[in-house]
């Protein structure tokens, strides 16, 4: 069996499997193939899972067809922040290396319930706090565009593999563009749901209030078709809904009488030229399928980064205290009483990223400070969400580039903790509203993807995928990374 | 010295209590492991209460009821809508690093209870808040002598507890004795075993007490508190107030000022030792918890709690009093403790319920206070007591000898009827056969009988002790008199 592997989304792997013209063994086969020739220069991978994912192929194939789940058998990666029963689970820290989770996250869950073939786990910033993947403790991810820059973060190494088509689709999660950053930045789709769509439960915490569980696809539909497996209220999680209904693979080819604002606020500066060309030029297609756009100005998003950096490391603070060395993970040999361990272990075993953002967390909170910073930061997400909410009265589609730049070096920004958190100028303030947006790939600027992001109202998913499936139509990016496959 | 009533050399106490209470729930407060005691350690855990990374909390339905009631059953306003808050601070028995508990907006605030005192006044206590949370787990200091913190080799970590739902009930600074604190606190457990939601036992650690203490000269602003804590007996929980309230004015009279600290009562010196000072306290970095949707309590929820509310030590006293006609003392002492008042009821649903009352009181109690045992414990079933006051009112037995029986029941967990049968213990009320004994003794005290006849009726009481001896104790003593005085008299 010979396949183009760009060409084999999650939808394609399932037809070929239902029409029998490709194995689940060949299939997995072809991504182990792949990541061998591939992962040595990309690094999106922290640890495949060959032997089981093989085996359970197998055990598909032998089945009759009549008792086969839709997607049983189509391959898979996932973010190393979901847990994996007995699956090494690190969040790409040296604080949970060696760490086997004794359950399932409910995304993995539904994943194996759904039959999907759990090809590995995914490089990722160290507890996703980071913009370029460069924060994982055990490697860098490299763009597969240009192996010298980086893939984007948190959701590096799920962007990166989808891009470099080391697995037809992954999940990833985003807190405040941890999916659309790096699918921008790798020219994938990337889709963020309403906030509660997809179960937390198993998710290993950055920021409670802001994180979700979304698919890295190479096309839309695909990321319908995974998260429709994955969403879903889920009583383990008290605060998921899951969707209001089935999402429906998309079909649209116009955009007619839909109502697109773009985001005035996130025009600025900060844009580079070429980015702006690009959405310039997504604009003109979004009108000439039909669409209206309009300029649209919500002021208090530009204090999204600002309220972001206080109520992400608040709660990263706190959800980060149970990693001390007592019952699992990284434990330091120093250390001659509770304090001193607790101390070697926290130092030695989180990186400096993750230590900023403790250290800011504990200080937002402290007695004294706590309303100036986080009552403060608190209300002004309430600004914000009032903000999205008096723009969708009047449109059905809030738009803006996804990343204010293209893929950027590595190390380029690393000394800047700054002009890193500003890769997400654009993404922040939707997480703070919980809504759900999409980052899909619209053109290039420099030889590198850039992403157009749409935004919905909550629970908008359906049509969020439907715009995008008519904008990824009719832009019709043929282009793919020049990787070449080593082979020893 | 102290007292225990609350005036030192013109100071008084300024108490409030701190009261953690754990829930009866068949499952945890936030994961659906067991609510257990006693087990071995770490079987009762899971990766919620284990604080696994990704992990939720879930929050359980029922030990949000049971708090409602309880704070409905101290006359706080419930709120209508309540969060949970996370209490930041790094200690092994806490798996997550945080404690989710409640904050600034509790479950219940603004309530109060009424204790009766020794003397028969009443005093309100009042109640600031109660809130619901979720227990740590224990640490275990192995090796070393104490079985203490200090000159451990290591400590291990038993989770079974980590995650058992607890509801804190904090007083008003309204106590100012220990002795009040001693019966505000046996008032609270009794109301909550009424409420049946906790087994509330002190040495087991469902109902733990920590107290704030000050001192002042009365109608001053409040002292210097002090937090006291390892109270944990009723006993230990009097001691160690009285033995804090001496410390802080041994130092008020070398002249030092009460250091605001934690203090902690070794019950086995009796004394006082500084923990901390609370200048170096935690700051607990509350903030609202992210993972829990807020708690909407509406009004059919609370009035749904309400009706689930069962007779309440207060309104018992009152039906005693009434549907048993018992005085106000017994009373009191039946409705104070929720065991004893069922084990009561049951005794005295069919006959004499004073007699009950006194046997309840009397001998039951003492039974249970001289073998250690709770009412749940005793091996004398209601029933079985029931029985035994039958036998004694239809003249079976006498009071008297009903006392042996008890004491065998105690024992043997036996019937009464059948130790009676057994031992031969019945009264002999058989006139035939008892006219046959007194007529035999009459007989063979010729000079005692002439001596009765004479006019020396004491002599009567020398032929019923003859009579009681002859039957071993089992002749009816009406008939026996009865029958003496006809053999005597002709």
Sequence with gaps: ?488 | MSDGHGTNGGYEAVIGLEIHVQLKTNTKMFCSCAVTFGEEPNTRVCPICLGHPGSLPVTNERAVEYATRIALALDCAIAPHTIFHRKNYFYPDLPKGYQISQYDLPLGVGGHLDVELEDGSTHRVGITRVHMEEDAGKLVHAGGATGRIHGADYSLVDFNRGGTPLVEIVTEPDIRSSEQARSFLNQLKNLIEHLGVSDVNMEEGSLRCDANVSVRRPGEPLGTKTELKNMNSFRFLARGLEAEIERQLSDLEAGEAVRQATVHFDPSTGSISVLRSKEEAHDYRYFPEPDLVPIVLDQAFIEKQRAELPELPAARKERLIEQYALSAYDAGVLAGSRSLGDYFERVAAEGDAKLAANWVMGDFSAYLNAQGLAVEESRVAPEDLAELLELIADGTISGKLAKDVFAAMAESGQKPGRIVEERGLGQISDETALEAIVAGIVEANPSAATEYRSGNKKVMGFFVGQVMKETKGRANPQLANSLIRKALEG
């Design chain 1, 1 to 488: 069996m010979s396949h183009d592997v760009y060409e084999l989304s999650g939808v394609r792997c399932r037809e070929l499997l239902e029409s029998r013209e490709a194995s689940a063994t060949e299939l997995v086969q072809v991504y182990l193939d792949r990541m061998r020739g591939v992962d040595a220069q990309v690094g999106a991978y922290l640890l495949t899972n060959e032997e089981a994912a093989l085996q359970q192929a197998a055990e598909i194939d032998a089945k009759p067809a009549e008792e086969r789940r839709p997607w049983e058998g189509v391959p898979i990666a996932v973010k190393d922040i979901l847990a994996t029963k007995d699956m090494e689970t690190t969040c790409a820290s040296r604080i949970l290396s060696g760490y086997r989770p004794p359950y399932d996250a409910t995304a993995i869950r539904r994943l194996k319930e759904a039959g999907l073939i759990i090809l590995g786990k995914l490089n990722m910033d160290e507890f996703a706090m980071g913009s370029s993947t460069e924060n994982s403790a055990y490697q860098p991810t490299r763009n597969p565009w240009d192996l010298e820059r980086v893939p984007g973060g948190s959701s590096g190494g799920s962007a990166a593999a989808v891009a470099a088509a080391e697995t037809p689709w992954a999940l990833g999660t985003d807190t405040g563009g941890s999916i659309r950053q790096p699918a921008s930045l790798c020219g994938v789709v990337g889709l963020k749901p309403t906030y509660g769509a997809v179960s937390r439960y198993g998710l290993i915490a950055f920021a409670s209030s802001l994180d979700q569980i979304g698919p890295l696809t190479r096309t839309v539909s695909d990321a319908a078709a995974l998260l429709q497996i994955v969403q879903g209220q889920d009583p383990l999680d008290s605060t998921s809904t899951g969707l209001r209904g089935p999402l429906r693979l998309p079909t649209e080819r116009d955009l007619a009488g839909r109502r697109f604002g773009v985001i005035k606020e996130f025009l600025g500066e900060a844009i580079d030229s070429g980015v702006r060309e690009v959405f310039n030029d997504a604009c003109k297609t979004i009108e000439a399928l039909g669409g209206v756009v309009e300029e649209v100005s919500l002021p208090s998003v530009e204090r999204g980064i600002a309220a972001y950096y206080i109520i992400a490391p608040a709660e990263a603070s706190s959800n980060l205290a149970r990693f001390d060395g007592v019952r699992y993970g990284y434990r330091s040999g120093e250390g001659e009483d509770l304090l001193s361990m607790y101390t070697h272990t926290r130092s030695e075993g989180f990186g400096p990223e993750v230590k900023r953002r403790i250290m800011i967390g504990t200080y937002v909170l402290s007695a004294g400070y706590y309303e100036a910073y986080y009552g403060q930061a608190q209300r002004t997400r309430t600004l914000i969400i009032q903000d999205f909410n008096r723009a969708f009265a009047d449109y059905d589609y809030l738009i803006s580039p996804t990343s204010p730049s293209v893929a950027f070096k590595l190390g380029e920004r690393t000394a800047d903790p700054l002009a890193m958190y500003l890769s997400d100028l654009c993404t922040i303030p939707v997480n703070l509203a919980g809504l759900p947006a999409i980052s899909l790939p619209a053109g290039f600027s420099q030889g590198l993807p850039v992403g157009l992001h749409l935004i919905s109202p909550h629970f908008g998913e359906q049509a969020l995928v439907d715009a995008a499936h008519a904008l990824e139509h009719r832009f019709q990016l043929e282009a793919r990374p020049a990787l070449t496959e080593v082979r020893e």
